[in-house]
Each structure stands twice: as structure tokens, then as C-alpha cells.
T-cell receptor, first 114, second 112 residues
Framework: DTEVTQTPKHLVMGMTNKKSLKCEQHMGHRAMYWYKQKAKKPPELMFVYSYEKLSINESVPSRFSPECPNSSLLNLHLHALQPEDSALYLC?????????????FGEGSWLTVV | AQSVSQHNHHVILSEAASLELGCNYSYGGTVNLFWYVQYPGQHLQLLLKYFSGDPLVKGIKGFEAEFIKSKFSFNLRKPSVQWSDTAEYFCAVRRAGTALIFGKGTTLSVSS
């Protein structure tokens, strides 16, 4: 079983709603990531946090707002999303944000925007 | 541009057949290589990884992969597939200072 825990597993939200996706890991990892995955497509990197600081933002629209309250938690705040934002959102972590570290993925949160 | 290519989009095999999924990358220099598997409706799981040393790496569930530096390849193999191997397989590559880059994935369907 994955040691990266994501909640909720499924979320349906309207285009005017504000919701959040949550991610937690207790492996002592200092790098955490948000990826977006559409059906039958590879995951696409959205954000990287390293030591609780945002280090990479892959030109993600501002309607997605990440937050890293502490080294174990990573949130993704959602506001005014579009139907095309419907996807599987994957949280991941690694010991550090270095190429020699394995990235471990959570089970994902299935988001549907209506 | 940096890229990871998976040659096969969809592979269909019968149980007990041998499997080889191709993966090529376009970077020079030191790379770290991964194969991830995603079973239907489930999360990405690490199958195996190569960082350095023996270019033939063994992973979980009987999978192995061979890193051939001269060919920029990291092909995944399994001698005898099972129905439960039906899944999406992603090759991924990472260089120092860069993010993990995934290939487009290969769908494996195994019939019993």
C-alpha cells in the first residue's frame, strides 16, 4: 500500500465552488509534488515543494493554489475550475527533490467539475 | 526537447507469453530511469528503477529491465505474463535538476 495518503478519493464540484484536495505522508520526505493525470495519459507535473517551499510551478493556472502547511502535508486549493480540469490529481513525495530519489505516488483524487 | 518515447501504445498478449516494452529517452549524461505500473482504477506503483551499477535491474512481480546506455534505452521485460499484469505501464526519466518526465504509456492487455 502507498504511504502517501490523499483525500478525498472522489470529488464532484461546480465551477463556482471552492474545494481542497489534501495529501499526507509520514515517510519523512522533504519533497512533495502535485501531478495531474487525464485518462490514458501520463501524469503531468503541476507543482513541486522542497522543504515546504514552492520550487516549481509548471505554469499552472491560478485557479489551482498549492499550500504546504508542514513537511508532512500538501494541499491543493481549487476555485473556479473548468470542466476540462476534471482529472485524477496525484500527490507524490520523495526524500528530497533530487534526481536520485524515487518518487512515490498516492492513490489520487478523482475530480469531476460540472 | 527532452522526451521519453514508449514505442508500443497497446500490447495484447495471451497468458504465458513473453513481454518486452520499449522505452527510449533523448538526454545525454547521467539519468535515473523508472518503470511505473498503474492497474485499472489504481495508483501509480514503482515496478523498478535504475540509478547506477548493474544495467539489468529486477523489480517486483517478476519484471526486469535492461539499461543500454549506447541505445538510450530502458526496456521492460517479463518472461511469462499473467492476466493480472493487465495495466498501463509508464517509463519515466529524470536528470539532475529536472522533473520526472513520463512517456505516454503502454496499455497491456493479457487474455486468459
Amino acid at each position: 500500500d502507498t504511504e502517501v495518503t490523499q483525500t478525498p478519493k472522489h470529488l464532484v464540484m461546480g465551477m463556482t465552488n471552492k474545494k481542497s484536495l489534501k495529501c499526507e505522508q509520514h515517510m519523512g520526505h522533504r519533497a512533495m509534488y502535485w501531478y495531474k493525470q487525464k485518462a490514458k495519459k501520463p501524469p503531468e507535473l503541476m507543482f513541486v515543494y522542497s522543504y515546504e517551499k514552492l520550487s516549481i510551478n509548471e505554469s499552472v493556472p491560478s485557479r489551482f493554489s498549492p499550500e504546504c502547511p508542514n513537511s508532512s502535508l500538501l494541499n491543493l486549493h481549487l476555485h473556479a475550475l473548468q470542466p476540462e480540469d476534471s482529472a485524477l490529481y496525484l500527490c507524490a513525495s520523495s526524500q528530497q527533490d533530487l534526481s536520485g530519489n524515487t518518487i512515490y505516488f498516492g492513490e489520487g483524487s478523482w475530480l469531476t467539475v460540472v | 526537447a527532452q522526451s521519453v518515447s514508449q514505442h508500443n501504445h497497446h500490447v495484447i498478449l495471451s497468458e504465458a507469453a513473453s513481454l518486452e516494452l520499449g522505452c527510449n529517452y533523448s538526454y545525454g549524461g547521467t539519468v535515473n530511469l523508472f518503470w511505473y505500473v498503474q492497474y485499472p482504477g489504481q495508483h501509480l506503483q514503482l515496478l523498478l528503477k535504475y540509478f547506477s551499477g548493474d544495467p539489468l535491474v529486477k523489480g517486483i512481480k517478476g519484471f526486469e529491465a535492461e539499461f543500454i546506455k549506447s541505445k538510450f534505452s530502458f526496456n521492460l521485460r517479463k518472461p511469462s505474463v499473467q492476466w493480472s499484469d493487465t495495466a498501463e505501464y509508464f517509463c519515466a526519466v529524470r536528470r539532475a535538476g529536472t522533473a520526472l518526465i513520463f512517456g505516454k504509456g503502454t496499455t497491456l492487455s493479457v487474455s486468459s
